[in-house]
Antibody
């Protein structure tokens, strides 16, 4: 059974940094494209970033480009999101999501999410 | 970027009702459309991909249709456990984009 467990969220001041982790199990992690999707309080879903199975190729939303970095350690079955220069508008629940093997950008499994709050 | 517009929101219906949500894309996305269900304080759950293909384990009362720019999501007979917010999402091109969500409430 697929399990995705995020951690690393918390309260951080504007301009600060935070690294999120997503521990994966129940599937061959290195085979799958993985993504981060966020949801601000009371708002809809927003795609943040995607990384290929090998980790070579990455994509970012314009709203986080240059500030966030996605990476993965396939030996540890773990996905990461390094978030720098955080802003109030980055406050959200951050979900890691596994993409379907045959249909990219189809998010077929999600973690439970980790809350990031950017506030002074 | 492709914009996704859902309607209505919110939506109020009674148990047993047939419920329909529409989603419109700002440009042709063929059938590259997903539907997700999100219950309060929970992660989204994939219900339908390729506009009309039901994900494994999803009840048959859920269905989807459409292509190009206009899509429909239907619950044939609303059940109490279907109370949630529903999102469409296009995956035709980067960045993947979601509709604003349709909150389904019991009348």
């Amino acid at each position: 059974e697929v399990h995705l467990v995020e951690s690393g969220g918390g309260l951080v001041q504007p301009g600060g940094s935070l690294r999120l982790s997503c521990a994966a199990s129940g599937f061959t992690f290195s085979t799958y494209v993985m993504s981060w999707v966020r949801q601000a309080p009371g708002r809809g879903l927003e795609w943040v970033s995607t990384i290929s199975g090998s980790g070579v190729t990455t994509y970012y939303a314009d709203s986080v480009k240059g500030r966030f970095a996605i990476s993965r350690d396939n030996s540890k079955n773990t996905l990461y999101l390094q978030m720098n220069s955080l802003r109030a508008e980055d406050t959200a629940v951050y979900y890691c999501a596994k993409e379907n093997l045959y249909r990219i950008r189809v998010f077929d499994y999600w973690g439970q999410g980790t809350l990031v709050t950017v506030s002074s | 970027d492709i914009q996704m517009t859902q309607s209505p929101s919110p939506l109020s219906a009674s148990v047993g009702d047939r419920v329909t949500i529409t989603c419109q894309a700002s440009q042709d996305i063929n059938t590259s459309l997903n539907w997700y269900q999100q219950k309060p304080e929970k992660a989204p759950n994939l219900l339908i991909f390729d506009a009309s293909t039901l994900e494994t384990g999803v009840p048959s009362r859920f269905s989807g249709s459409g292509s190009a720019t206009d899509f429909t999501f239907t619950i044939s007979s609303l059940q109490p456990e279907d109370i949630a917010t529903y999102y469409c999402q296009q995956y035709d091109s980067l960045p993947p984009s979601f509709g604003q969500g349709t909150k389904l409430e019991i009348k």
